[in-house]
């Protein structure tokens, strides 16, 4: 029996990987933590947000998953290279295939990086992408907003009028949701800015990378029937529920409500 695939995230954000996993890998087992109760982290510093991390990595390690996708921006950008050097566990990221991405997109050399709090304080985008002229946008608004369900929303409209009108008059060609959560937003902030510039969402290079590991690892489950998919929260399970149906053309059933403790700092 195929050990199931672990993807936790502060929310709902990293359903939109999770989505791409399964449209790639469809016989995959999932088990998927939202930490909803802590949600949002990118007002939190860096040691919180290495905690939870931690928190969230082991808990799905108990659960004999085979990888860990860390599908939350924040916790990439401020506790990556902690939790590899923790964990012998596979971590996958959503860091690391944006920063190959956006090269390969961009023709003007001018790119916007939309993303929580934390994880422009945490610099590095800037200084991985120094050769670009980049443009940092901290959107504070969007995870609390998407976290309600609000998809669509005036005051989700306002924040993006908000975050977006100082890219009006550069020259930006290439805007990174550096955030899981964005994408599920993606229409209305396409409609703010320019036709010709282009949304970057790294989840499906993150499958594309899940794909091609578990095959050379021989790891891959290649059941012809969906796979069986776990979900866990922090938080409010039905609220969870509500939102992740919306996303899904399939209901999700009830989440599992878990507390997450503190964990000790091992190799683990």
């Not at 939202?34 to 919180?48: H, I, L, M, Q, V």
């Not at 996708?69 to 996958?92: D, G, R, W, Y």
């Not at 190959?100 to 990086?113: F, S």
């Not at 919306?246 to 997450?260: A, E, M, W």
Request: proline share 6%; hydrophobic share 40%.
């Amino acid at each position: 029996m195929s050990s199931p695939i672990g993807i936790f995230d502060s929310g709902v954000g990293g359903l939109s990987v999770f989505k791409e996993i399964i449209r790639i890998m469809p016989g995959e087992d999932i088990v998927y933590l939202g930490d909803t109760a802590r949600s949002p982290y990118g007002n939190k510093n860096k040691e919180t947000i290495l905690q939870y991390s931690l928190e969230n990595i082991s808990f799905l390690q108990r659960l004999g998953v085979k990888l860990v996708v860390i599908a939350c921006h924040t916790s990439c950008t401020n506790a990556l290279q902690e939790l590899q050097k923790i964990f012998s566990l596979p971590l996958f990221n959503v860091l690391y295939p944006s920063l190959q991405k956006l090269p390969q997109v961009t023709k003007t050399n001018h790119i916007a990086i939309l993303a929580t709090l934390s994880t422009i304080a945490s610099g590095v985008y800037q200084n991985r992408l120094s050769q670009f002229a980049l443009y940092p946008i901290a959107c504070s608004r969007f995870v609390p907003l998407i976290e309600e369900g609000f998809f669509t929303h005036p005051l989700l409209e306002k924040a993006a009028d908000e975050y977006l009108e100082p890219l009006q008059k550069t020259q930006i060609d290439t805007v990174l949701l550096a955030c899981t959560h964005y994408p599920f937003i993606s229409k209305i902030l396409q409609k703010k800015l320019p036709n010709q510039v282009k949304l970057v969402d790294p989840a499906y290079d993150v499958a594309k990378e899940i794909y091609t590991f578990l095959r050379q690892e021989g790891k891959c489950s290649f059941k012809a029937t969906q796979g069986n998919y776990r979900f866990y929260v922090t938080g409010e399970p039905e609220k969870f529920k509500k939102i992740a149906d919306r996303i899904f053309d399939f209901s999700i059933g009830t989440p599992q409500r878990v507390s997450l403790g503190k964990t000790i700092s091992q190799k683990i």
